[in-house]
């Protein structure tokens, strides 16, 4: 469902040219569940960001369901993003005056979901990731933590056919990241749910089914994991 | 060099009210390195704010060098984070517009230094942290993990006598996190630099002397790190 053919992301100019991507080809199918690993700096997160159509290759081709993104407009991005992806930021990327609750509506709003099965739908996916009785909470309310948790849930609500996580457990403690990969699991297994997920814990990326390795802009590895 | 007593935070009031911490005892001695664990929403960014005298307890006392906190004023507690305390935000809490550079040196602005000695504490600390190359790179054009050393380069550049580090290496891989950890340690080692850090991440805390439990804003536990 997801193809870079040669994909490279180039910021700034001449000297101060900065090779994010270095002609990546990648191939992700429906279903998988994987993991992007790699040193501080060496393209995880522009990765991610080209696949949920956030950014555009510099060069190069990026294949959704076999449409060449580099073609569609803004317009017809922003349909696609909403439709099928949803996106946890590394940053988390909270709407600062707007509850936890209503962060997590969001994008049922945007999809035209009535209130009602809007209220269901965000009750269920928060208490998924143990918020119940932080709906009313600000993000300046919450830990650190349970604000990374309010994206994750607002990435779910919508059931999208593709999870974009940027190192969803950084700011949790280890027995909530494990109950977070359990989640995303199940999700993989019982609904299919393509996972790609960054992150720097080993012990997270065993979740997955596939882990690859960036190293300045490159794939330096890509190889299933092997179950223990 | 830092005691709680009897130290509380309360949020919000009556059913609504969240204790965030609930009658802390705490001692921290000069040169000591201690790690704050616990679950997400135990209490260890309030007490960690709380320590940095940005937030103050509901009830209980906190002396730092023996001095009643909750009796200074807000120019007072100004004065007393300038000239001792380092902090490493949660969120980075980088300045948008500013350059990496621009962002290390800010402190060192507020305590009149003079610009020349400016470059070479910045250009010293970012070396420290493996920035070299990134000084006029805005936070935006950063990686996480890079924002992230940004905001402890910012913390180091004083060369506090107390550094307050919550979750440092949440954005960092594995070798750049042990890379930090070492620099912490030959701080603490060879500067008598208190440092104070949250994290959850067990191989982190092991750089520590002791290891403070949180739960549900109590302490759980508090002792030493035994060496393996
Ligand atoms: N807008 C930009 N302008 C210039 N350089 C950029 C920009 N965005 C990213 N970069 C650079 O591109 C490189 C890759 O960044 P990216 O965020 O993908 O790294 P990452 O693997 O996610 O790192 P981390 O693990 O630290 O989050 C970095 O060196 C970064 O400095
Ligand atoms: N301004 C606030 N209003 C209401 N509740 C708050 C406020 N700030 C913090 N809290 C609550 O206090 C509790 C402790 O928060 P704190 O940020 O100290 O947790 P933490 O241990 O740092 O968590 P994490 O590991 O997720 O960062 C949490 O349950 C949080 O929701
Ligand atoms: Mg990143
Ligand atoms: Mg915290």
Redesign the interface.
Known sequence: VIEFEQVSKI?GQADAAVVALDRIDLRIEPGEFVAL?????SGK?TCLNIVGCLDAPSSGRYLFRGVDTTQLSRDQLALLRRHYLGFVF??FNLVARTSARENVELPLIYRGVPAAERRALTRQVMAEVGLEGRERHLPS?L????QQ?VAIARALVTRPAVLLA??PT????????HELMRLLGALNHSRGLTIVMVT???DMAAYAHRVVRFLDGRIADDHPVTQA
Not at 143 to 146: E, N, T, V
Not at 170 to 177: I, P, T, W
């Open positions: 910021y690993m790699g040193p501080s700096g997160s590394q940053g309310q830990s650190g933590g349970q948790r940027d190192e950084g700011n949790l403690d280890s027995a909530r990241s720097h814990e080993p």
